[in-house]
């Protein structure tokens, strides 16, 4: 079955200067600098889909020509919210998007038995009014991504104010993911084959936390 007919909320970005970039990222001879570039080059352009259907509102202003109605961005405020580590290297590309976002923290890793561990969320006041984008770009078993959406649903924001946007995910994590929240939307780049016996992402770019910062 096609995947988006599976997964009604599902996007994946297959622009050519994403896939093309992402290709560059795979290969295990992209430097560190390079990585962590285009992974905020990705953000920004998967940012610009993620945000397509913010809502507008017109309001009155002068041109130098003369009056008209613009239109502004008129929703609800926006919070960034990486999944640490590797969450933040696509924040700073979705910052330049909307540079008034707030940014919330959630820290997880995976044990031995690859299941998500907890060791610090950090948010802004008022989150159950806001937007939330949260940020990972591996969805890989899924775990940590159910559990970065379960920890805002606690505080308090809707489903329809979750989106999550992803680099590389895998079909056992998407899966999991969307019988989880079947009615959030997930942003990813690629689908990738499957997940090897340590749970990584075939063929995947490896540990994107390691790689971005440079820990391998
Ligand atoms: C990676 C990645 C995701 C998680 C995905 O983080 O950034 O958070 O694995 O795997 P899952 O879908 O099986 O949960 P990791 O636990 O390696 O931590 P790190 O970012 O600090 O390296
Ligand atoms: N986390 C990563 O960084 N890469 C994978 O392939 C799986 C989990």
């Given at each position: ?6 997964y ?5 970005i ?77 924040t ?6 909307i ?19 907890e ?15 949260i ?82």
């Amino acid at each position: 079955m096609n995947l988006n007919t599976r997964y009604p909320h599902l996007h994946v970005i297959d622009h050519p200067l994403v896939q093309h970039k992402l290709s560059i990222m795979r290969s295990r001879n992209c430097p560190t600098k390079d990585f962590r570039q285009l992974l905020r080059e990705i953000s920004l352009l998967v940012g610009y889909e993620l945000t397509r259907d913010f809502p507008l509102t017109r309001r009155h202003i002068e041109t130098p020509v003369a009056p008209m109605e613009a239109p502004f961005l008129s929703g609800k405020k926006v919070v960034i919210v990486p999944v640490l580590r590797a969450g933040l290297g696509m924040t700073d590309g979705l910052l330049e998007l909307i540079p008034s976002a707030r940014v919330g923290h959630i820290g997880l890793y995976r044990d031995e038995n690859k299941q998500p561990v907890e060791y610090l969320v950090r948010m802004p006041k008022h989150l159950e009014d806001r937007t939330c984008i949260i940020t990972d770009p591996m969805v890989a078993t899924g775990g940590s991504a159910v559990h970065a959406v379960d920890v805002l649903l606690k505080r308090g924001v809707s489903e329809s104010n979750i989106r999550f946007m992803s680099l590389v995910s895998a079909p056992e994590g998407l899966d999991f993911f969307f019988r989880a929240h079947p009615s959030i939307d997930l942003y990813t780049c690629a689908v990738d084959e499957k997940l090897n016996e340590n749970a990584y992402i075939v063929p995947g770019l490896g540990d994107a936390g390691d790689r971005i910062f440079g820990t391998v």
